[in-house]
């Protein structure tokens, strides 16, 4: 009969072993599944961070007041660590650098670009058990193959110095009149540059999908007038401070800052229509925090976040159960008005000529 002694070391190593059995068991978990990946993967409970990638500036302060302070306030186990991004090209390149070990988990995209980051398999799909307001949405807000949906739509606009000039631009045409000779802030080497192709074809009676020559010819024309293409640090700053008269932007963040600036920074809706821009909010693939991604994008598509961030930031809402202020949807692209001078645009068909489209820009209209 074994002795008391020689007992308690039997039982003392049999728990060690046990031990190490369960760790063991654990590590093989964590290694089939290292990046948590998948539904609920990475989310084991607790105090979360998930990181966002979204746009710098107004956007940033606008969506983290009335998007992401109040999602941290409903859900205080989770926070949402902003990582301001300038564009979609550069959310793309960051992404494809961490693709193993991915630097965020969710992140916003144009649509002309998220295609190709869903092709990549940079984004994961949505789970539509968790994003439940995605039947709430615009049929046009929704993502035909299950990635992330639209959370913005915006529309490209002239801008212009309400001090500096004496009669509003009205036209696109406008950009060419002899009285804004060096006075043009011009950047339009990304998605602004693809809109304005699309605009101006119209204006030329031509079909993008056929043939852009008229555009880059006519831009190429503009060239000698342009007084800066990359204006510092941004397009409206340069059209507020008079650095530049008049530009080419984007009517949210012109809206935004027509109201900063007390009137000087105005937007126009050139009278041959505009082309409307959509902003996607993403599942980023092999997120470690996928149930919490998909809950904060679930809130950003929700019908409060939306009227909350669209009134402010001049926004249309993606989420059909949204009415805006009657003040704030005369400023957006759900105007009356806007809408019926939208340009239709196959966003899904321009992803495949998208870079090539603007590096003619780059090569021929600004380095021309």
Known sequence: MPSRRTFRTTLTAAAALTTTALLATACTSNAANPSGSGAGGGDAGGK???????????????????????????????????????????????????????????????????????????????????????????????????????????SLSILYNSKNVKKAPTSWNDLWDAQYKGKLAMPIADTRGVALIIALEKILGGDYKKDIDPAIDKLKKLSPAVQTWQPSPDVYTAIQSGDADVAVGWNARGQYYKDASKGVVQPVLPKEGTVTQVNTINLVNKSQHSAAAQKFINYAIGAEAQKAFDDEAFYAPVNKDVELAPAARERTTASAEQQKNQIPVDWRWLTTRYTGWVD?????VIGG
């Open 48 to 154: 979360q961070t998930i990181t966002f990638m979204g746009f710098y500036g107004t956007f940033q302060d606008s969506f983290t007041k009335t998007v992401i302070k109040p999602f941290e306030k409903a859900n205080p186990d989770i926070t949402v660590k902003y990582v301001p991004i300038q564009n979609s090209s550069e959310v793309l390149a960051k992404l494809r650098a961490s693709s193993g070990r991915p630097v965020a988990d969710v992140a916003l995209m144009d649509s002309s670009v998220a295609p190709t980051a869903n092709k990549e398999k940079l984004f994961a799909p949505i789970d539509a058990s968790k994003v439940t307001n995605l039947t709430h949405l615009v049929d046009t807000a929704k993502s035909p193959d299950g990635y992330g949906p639209a959370v913005t739509f915006d």
């Open 360 to 364: 003619r820009i780059k090569q021929e």
